[in-house]
């Protein structure tokens, strides 16, 4: 028995019965894996607590060395070929509750980037941001550089310094960084990003 359910044109959430054990395979974007796996557990363990059940299920992921074995997380070894159950990259962002990129620090030269549209916006951005803006002179043509200058004091502040914040930024001035906002949402779901942001060491 399975239960697909497509999210958009591209992005699936897959549920498998496999009897002995559940399969999930999720093919949205990477930064929504924690989200997904805590609203499954949740739903595992409310329909263990209604039928008077244990909960006592574990978090597993195919074995990369044998079809038929898996690796238990937070074991030493998998189940059946005794090989080593560290967590790969494929899955690490499945299993670890800390991987929310929006909690990330962003790069000076993807905020740059993703912003420089709206570069002529920079005093507003960095009053958003809480940093100083009033000596930045606003002379024609300066305004990416001042662009620059802003967050790049705003990384160095080493305050509130997150995707999250950023996209505040955006959602408190709809009018002015709505496409800002959607660049940014597109850029944090990109495999570009979970490289950069998720799976660095």
Same mark, same amino acid.
């Given at each position: 028995m399975s !239960? +697909?359910?497509?999210?958009?044109? +591209?992005?699936s959430f897959h549920l498998i019965n496999r009897y002995t054990h559940i399969e999930v395979y999720f093919t949205g974007p990477t930064r929504r894996c924690p989200l997904v796996r805590k609203l499954l557990t949740t739903a595992i363990n409310n329909s263990s607590d209604a039928m008077h059940l244990k909960r006592n299920?574990?978090?597993?992921?195919?074995c990369p060395y044998n079809e038929s074995c898996y690796c238990i997380v937070n074991e030493d070894d998998c189940t059946v070929c005794g090989k080593s159950s560290d967590i790969s990259s494929d899955y690490s962002t499945w299993f670890d509750d800390a991987q929310d990129i929006l909690d990330k620090k962003p790069k000076l030269t993807d905020l740059h980037r993703l912003f420089d549209s709206s570069a002529g916006d920079y005093m507003i951005i960095g009053a958003a941001l809480k940093v100083k803006v009033d000596d930045l002179p606003p002379t024609p043509g300066t305004a990416t550089n001042n662009l620059l200058i802003v967050f790049k004091r705003w990384i160095e502040s080493n305050k509130g310094v997150s995707w999250r914040n950023a996209l505040r930024v955006c959602k408190d001035y709809p009018d002015k960084f709505g496409r800002v906002m959607a660049d940014v949402d597109k850029f944090l779901e990109s495999d570009?990003?979970? +490289?950069?942001? !998720? !799976?660095?060491?």
């Amino acid at each position: 028995m399975s !239960l +697909k359910i497509m999210i958009t044109s +591209k992005h699936s959430f897959h549920l498998i019965n496999r009897y002995t054990h559940i399969e999930v395979y999720f093919t949205g974007p990477t930064r929504r894996c924690p989200l997904v796996r805590k609203l499954l557990t949740t739903a595992i363990n409310n329909s263990s607590d209604a039928m008077h059940l244990k909960r006592n299920y574990v978090n597993a992921f195919a074995c990369p060395y044998n079809e038929s074995c898996y690796c238990i997380v937070n074991e030493d070894d998998c189940t059946v070929c005794g090989k080593s159950s560290d967590i790969s990259s494929d899955y690490s962002t499945w299993f670890d509750d800390a991987q929310d990129i929006l909690d990330k620090k962003p790069k000076l030269t993807d905020l740059h980037r993703l912003f420089d549209s709206s570069a002529g916006d920079y005093m507003i951005i960095g009053a958003a941001l809480k940093v100083k803006v009033d000596d930045l002179p606003p002379t024609p043509g300066t305004a990416t550089n001042n662009l620059l200058i802003v967050f790049k004091r705003w990384i160095e502040s080493n305050k509130g310094v997150s995707w999250r914040n950023a996209l505040r930024v955006c959602k408190d001035y709809p009018d002015k960084f709505g496409r800002v906002m959607a660049d940014v949402d597109k850029f944090l779901e990109s495999d570009r990003a979970c +490289k950069e942001y !998720l !799976l660095v060491n």
